[in-house]
């Protein structure tokens, strides 16, 4: 990765990863989420010029965003095409892990149910050994879960921080970067600086809520936006600002920590967001806000 | 420590370090603890195969916990049997370091007076430069301070959370990959994955509250429990999250902080907890609940 | 920088920063503080034996710290004195970062304007690239914004942890340190170990307030003051402890958050601060409050 060129263009078949989360339905209490959820082997660029064979929850890495509110039920059939065993860890729900969390051979399924009690942004993740080296490579994702009073707001982002730590071309994440905690990037949503080629956007004025996770598989977060303060903070389940007088410039995210932030931007412009652990951002913890009246 | 196996059996000779934290005797108010707190040189199995010479508090790394309520005083009679100068730190008292804290040459004493003016879990620690390696060494340990209205659970523990960096075999902590920041091990109440071999108990609908400290010296942790959710946090001295309709996976903590969370475990089964830093957790910040009817 | 003595006498041509916060002056609501801030290159000692290029704002590193209260406009002349291009971010302002971060060329200026609409102890850093190494090489501070109803205390201080990454003598920070992440020093206030030998002062019983900026690049802090406790925590805008039963023993920050903290000394003494990451203290994150009746 010694001419790992982070600043190069994507190539022509990467697509952005959609950070966009949509509002949610207003359904019944209680609702029930049906959903399959695939594990496979993409081969992928993961970073300009590189291609690695990823491992994947629903085809991405991340894999996709569940979004329910408090008291909702996901029953999710994971279902492992890859080669090796796979498993899942939803941080979102409360049981014992010995039956859901088991590995799943090649070829098999298991359905893995659970109520959502408590909001929050939570990590799912395989649980697998060893479990730095299935996160490092592509296997985690978010759960949204809100809580019964969240305001409503003009704009919704998830952004998950992970790590990787590239193999040879076409190969799966190094253990040993992994063990020496030598990543080659650290992103958002899987691919380094993608939003400065694919801003995000918002309008002046708008409340605009980031809900950020920070998944690994070592390395934390100190979530910053250029331009704008957060003047909402809300982590780990609690809020750790909200309407006073003071303002946040950084939320700061321990691997499997998440929460969200909330900002307006005061003029048009490009405001870009970043991991303020500096060489991270250099690393590819880097993307915009295209803001626009 | 190439061939180091964390996932070893521990040797015959190692017990694990009793994790539970009684209840407190309901005494009076401004009740003086009084001990002894021995310094001393211990040769003992710091993980699977590893010998080292450890430097002590009380015979064990870490060492004992202290446990009180707010207005109590603890009288503490420090006396260094070890071959070289050490001294003590006490986090949980305020006091000028001038006198308490100096070194105390081997074979000498000193009485260490506190009172204990606010709750949390505070830190002890050897107060010898470098103090990286004396704490890396052994030399931690955990004072709790109750606050006057904390509610009674069904079962209360403590971990303190290190790092080990193994000298040669018989040897003690190399100071070198100390101030290299590569640790052999990272580690609860001071060996690499002992709560699998004997984990910690619970039953079922018991709400459980852990007692976190990191020692460091200079790692911090993300505590998660696979399996429940935390529906409390508290952390240095404060309740981050206190029953509302939000929940934490992680509690983060740099090194010298100190919390405790809630959680209850759901149905029988085996919960582990880790460090959600996850090469932490490969390196034996690892354990298990075992949770029964 | 093998033979760097972090414990010697610093040149008798350093002036220790002052870390001291003058009471702000009672004027209107919406003051508009109007102020010259030069980009210059300086030849310094910036560690014992140790003389760098650094870059700094109104010449030092960190830079002056700008004060005031939540409404103030702050109307800061940026010139660049330096070779190459700056440019520079404050945090506590909020405002497209697309014109007045933009890189100043040498010889050139600009005005960044900005209202302080939330209070906070917010960075100010170099916005031109690579980040990671003008933040190394000194271009970062502090603004402290008052919130409305601060109380009074007795003193007030203003400490900013940054790290050092030494080129050779006379030249400057190296590149190839930052991104490997192996800082030389670890400073409070840009100079390892000054407040050892100039201490900061206060007298028993008096209520000392710290705020507490960590500017990175790349590392976090455990700020701790042995042998007190923190009853008052005040981070990124909110309040972490106030008054209560509990005590904090370590404020942590990542890079780009701040706060402060509360605290008293119950009798004269010498009472050392540090960053509780023991490495880092022993890096050079280590002073002392010499505190007297
Ligand atoms: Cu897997
Ligand atoms: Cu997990
Ligand atoms: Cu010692
Ligand atoms: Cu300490
Ligand atoms: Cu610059
Ligand atoms: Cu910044
Ligand atoms: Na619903
Ligand atoms: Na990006
Ligand atoms: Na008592
Ligand atoms: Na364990
Ligand atoms: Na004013
Ligand atoms: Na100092
Ligand atoms: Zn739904
Ligand atoms: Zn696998
Ligand atoms: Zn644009
Ligand atoms: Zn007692
Ligand atoms: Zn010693
Ligand atoms: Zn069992
Ligand atoms: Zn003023
Ligand atoms: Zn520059
Ligand atoms: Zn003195």
């Given at each position: 990765?010694?001419?790992?060129?982070?600043?190069?263009?994507?190539?022509?078949?990467?697509?952005?990863?959609?950070?966009?989360?949509?509002?949610l339905?207003?359904l019944?209490?209680?609702?029930?989420h049906?959903?399959?959820?695939t594990?496979?082997?993409?081969?992928?660029?993961v970073?300009?010029?590189?291609?690695?064979?990823?491992?994947?929850?629903g085809?991405?890495?991340?894999?996709?965003?569940?979004h329910?509110?408090?008291?909702?039920?996901?029953?999710?059939?994971?279902?492992?095409?890859?080669?090796?065993?796979h498993?899942?860890d939803?941080?979102a729900?409360?049981?014992?892990?010995?039956?859901?969390m088991?590995?799943?051979?090649?070829?098999e399924?298991?359905?893995?149910?659970?109520?959502?009690?408590r909001?929050?942004?939570w990590?799912?993740?395989?649980?697998s050994?060893?479990m730095?080296?299935?996160?490092?490579?592509?296997?985690?994702?978010?759960?949204v879960?809100?809580?019964?009073?969240?305001?409503?707001v003009?704009?919704?982002?998830?952004?998950?921080?992970?790590e990787?730590y590239?193999?040879?071309?076409d190969?799966?994440?190094?253990?040993?970067?992994?063990?020496?905690e030598?990543?080659?990037?650290v992103?958002?949503?899987?691919?380094?600086?993608?939003?400065?080629?694919?801003?995000l956007?918002?309008?002046v004025?708008?409340?605009?809520?980031m809900?950020?996770?920070?998944?690994?598989?070592?390395?934390?977060?100190?979530?910053?936006?250029?331009g704008?303060?957060?003047?909402?903070?809300?982590?780990?389940?609690?809020?750790?600002?909200?309407?006073?007088?003071?303002?946040?410039?950084?939320?700061?995210?321990?691997?499997?920590?998440?929460?969200?932030?909330e900002?307006?931007?005061?003029?048009p412009?490009?405001?870009p967001?970043?991991?303020?652990?500096?060489?991270?951002?250099?690393?590819?913890?880097?993307?915009?806000?295209?803001?626009?009246?």
């Open positions: 990765a010694d001419d790992l060129d982070l600043l190069g263009d994507p190539g022509s078949d990467v697509t952005p990863y959609d950070a966009a989360l949509p509002r339905h207003q019944d209490k209680g609702e029930v049906r959903m399959d959820l594990i496979s082997e993409e081969e992928k660029e970073a300009p010029g590189v291609r690695q064979k990823v491992w994947t929850f085809g991405s890495a991340p894999g996709p965003v569940l329910g509110e408090v008291g909702d039920t996901f029953v999710v059939t994971v279902t492992n095409k890859g080669s090796e065993a498993g899942i939803f941080h729900g409360s049981l014992a892990p010995d039956e859901v088991r590995p799943i051979p090649p070829g399924s298991l359905v893995y149910r659970f109520t959502a009690t909001a929050g942004i990590m799912y993740h395989c649980s050994m060893p730095s080296v299935h996160i490092a490579n592509g296997m985690f994702g978010a759960v879960i809100e809580p019964p009073d969240l305001p409503e003009d704009r919704s982002y998830v952004l998950v921080q992970s990787q590239f193999g040879p071309q190969g799966s994440a190094d253990p040993e970067k992994v063990a020496g030598q990543p080659d990037t992103v958002f949503n899987g691919y380094p600086n993608q939003y400065d080629h694919s801003p956007r918002a309008r004025g708008e409340r605009v809520r809900w950020v996770l920070d998944a690994g598989p070592s390395r934390g977060t100190a979530f910053h936006v250029v704008t303060q957060f003047d909402t903070v809300y982590s780990e389940g609690s809020y750790l600002l909200d309407h006073g007088d003071g303002g946040s410039q950084a939320l700061a995210l321990a691997p499997a920590q998440g929460g969200f932030v900002m307006t931007f005061p003029e412009g490009h405001y967001f970043v991991s303020h652990v500096m060489i991270d951002a250099e690393r590819g913890a880097h993307g915009l806000f295209a803001v626009t009246r």
